[in-house]
């Protein structure tokens, strides 16, 4: 027995000639073996400077298993890449198939990449983002498409109308927003009047900061940033649930029943954004009103009575209709894209998380990019 395990205790001899030298690996080379095989190999003599050939002489082996034969590989290799030839000489029948296996592994030769012309690569760029945009624009048409299919259902058919989903989502995106929207907007509205106050009194024209956020608000401001707000708080919860019915094939067992998950999924979610979009406008534009009006009280010394009278000169109802125009498109949009791409997820975490924010960004871009177009397409009908 303690002569076995004496033949077993892996051994890496060294022979030197004139201008060869002789390895002769012995005993068991197995994982089990691994400490004192590491130790074997980092102690291992160097070449003579003259020796230009290496023979591996694995005739003293008695076992080998995966972890021993690419020990055997790594050591080959690392001779080879110094400029010696190595001839493996000695091999077990046994382990003659292994030892070839290994030998062929990352063999290959990287290939190199063509140097591509850099013109030619950037209008290679160009074109696949115009290809993206317009599979982006596709996908979004399709689902506003089968959106207003699932609503002339509706129509003809109310009943078909999911008025509890429709309430309950109603109450999540607008009920439940309505802190955050208030404190959010009061904010920003404190934040214009101050910076206007501060620097129009320069010019002591500091009664105009009213008519400056009075007509900000109310055009611009107030649905603007809600309607991010909401991108961000509703819409990415509507992809996050959407992915997660993906990833769990609850969608595809809605359609296997018969269902059309438009109508049960994507119709009560952009309804409710439609409905509470323009109350959260208005309640956000409100507290933004009353922001700006704090603050020009007890930073500029302005009354209260004094900012609504001002507010009523500078303000009229085609601002307030203007904003209010605004919302039931922008809430559409973010609707439409947070849905959609909930249904473009995959089965994976990282698909969920990458389509979430896919989300969020591509609602945020639209709703600035709509909020340009309607500010152009009012200035053109002079509201």
């Known amino acids: 027995m303690g002569a076995q395990v004496m033949n077993d205790t892996p051994k890496l001899n060294t022979v030197f000639g004139n201008n060869e030298v002789e390895i002769r690996p012995a005993g068991s080379w197995t994982a089990s073996q691994a400490a004192d095989l590491e130790k074997l190999l980092e102690r291992a003599d160097p070449p003579a400077p003259k020796v230009k050939s290496i023979r591996l002489d694995l005739s003293g082996i008695r076992e080998l298993d995966t972890f021993g034969a690419w020990l055997l590989e790594r050591m080959t290799r690392r001779a080879e890449k110094s400029g010696y030839a190595v001839a493996t000489v000695g091999v077990d029948d046994r382990f003659a198939g292994l030892i070839d296996e290994i030998h062929s592994v990352n063999r290959g030769i990287p290939v190199q990449q063509k140097r591509q012309n850099p013109i030619l690569s950037r209008l290679d760029q160009i074109g696949r983002f115009a290809v993206g945009l317009l599979q982006e624009l596709l996908i979004f048409l399709q689902t506003l498409g089968e959106l207003?299919?699932?609503?002339?259902?509706?129509?003809?058919?109310?009943?078909?109308?999911?008025l509890t989903s429709l309430v309950y989502q109603t109450y999540r995106v607008g009920w439940q927003a309505i802190p955050i929207v208030v404190l959010i907007t009061f904010l920003i509205g404190a934040i214009i009047a101050q910076q206007g106050i501060f620097h129009f009194r320069k010019f002591g024209a500091e009664s105009y900061v009213v008519d400056m956020v009075?007509?900000?608000?109310?055009?611009?401001?107030?649905?603007?940033?809600?309607?991010?707000?909401?991108?961000?708080?509703?819409?990415?919860?509507?992809?996050?649930?959407?992915?997660?019915?993906?990833?769990r094939e609850e969608i595809d067992a809605l359609s296997t029943m018969g269902l059309d998950p438009a109508e049960v999924l994507v119709l009560p979610r952009v309804a409710a954004l439609v409905i509470a979009l323009p109350i959260l406008t208005f309640i956000g534009s409100m507290a933004a009103l009353y922001g700006g009006g704090l603050i020009a009280w007890l930073y500029g010394g302005m009354s209260p009575a004094i900012f609504m009278a001002r507010l009523h000169?500078?303000?009229?109802?085609?601002?307030?209709?203007?904003?209010?125009?605004k919302s039931p498109f922008m809430a559409l949009v973010i609707g439409i894209v947070a849905c959609s791409e909930g249904l473009r997820v995959k089965g994976s975490a990282e698909s969920l998380g990458r389509q979430t924010t896919a989300s969020v960004v591509k609602s945020i871009f639209l709703v600035i990019v709509l909020d340009g177009l309607f500010a152009v397409f009012f200035a053109s009908i002079g509201m």
């Open 214 to 247: 009075g007509i900000l608000v109310l055009r611009e401001i107030g649905v603007l940033i809600v309607s991010i707000m909401v991108a961000g708080r509703s819409g990415s919860a509507y992809t996050a649930e959407l992915g997660s019915m993906k990833m």
């Open 148 to 162: 207003g299919a699932v609503i002339v259902k509706v129509l003809l058919h109310p009943r078909r109308l999911r």
């Open 313 to 325: 000169d500078a303000v009229s109802v085609t601002h307030f209709e203007v904003g209010m125009i």
